[in-house]
Nanobody
Framework: QVQLVESGGGLVQAGGSLTLSCAISGRTFNNYNMGWFRQAPGKEREFVAA???????TYADSVKGRFTISSDNAKNMMYLQMNSLEPEETAAYSC?????????????????????WGQGTQVTVSS
């Protein structure tokens, strides 16, 4: 059984930074492809960033240049460094994992393609 646990959320002022962490347990981490999604109140969950095993990454257009996704296979961890945060980015951020490998990174932008999900961590950006 794969388990994902997020941490690092909190309250930050607009323009500030936060780093989210996702700990994965239960399987060999480097066989998994990982993603971050977020869901604001009253809105649908949306893709933020993904990292494929081997290191390829992809980002939502809205976060390119401000967010950085990374993974540490030795520690079974994934991270999301978020800079220049905006109030509209207030949401519950969740990490997700899939064993499916696709050449196109677009595959990892679809939440339907992930089998495992964490509970989420709240990020609140004040104006």
């Amino acid at each position: 059984q794969v388990q994902l646990v997020e941490s690092g959320g909190g309250l930050v002022q607009a323009g500030g930074s936060l780093t989210l962490s996702c700990a994965i347990s239960g399987r060999t981490f480097n066989n998994y492809n990982m993603g971050w999604f977020r869901q604001a109140p009253g809105k649908e969950r949306e893709f933020v960033a993904a990292v494929r095993s081997g290191g390829s990454t992809t980002y939502a257009d809205s976060v390119k240049g401000r967010f950085t996704i990374s993974s540490d296979n030795a520690k079974n961890m994934m991270y999301l460094q978020m800079n220049s945060l905006e109030p509209e980015e207030t949401a519950a951020y969740s990490c997700a994992a899939t064993r499916s490998w696709y050449l196109s990174m677009y595959y990892y932008t679809d939440e339907e393609n992930y089998e495992y999900w964490g509970q989420g961590t709240q990020v609140t950006v004040s104006s």
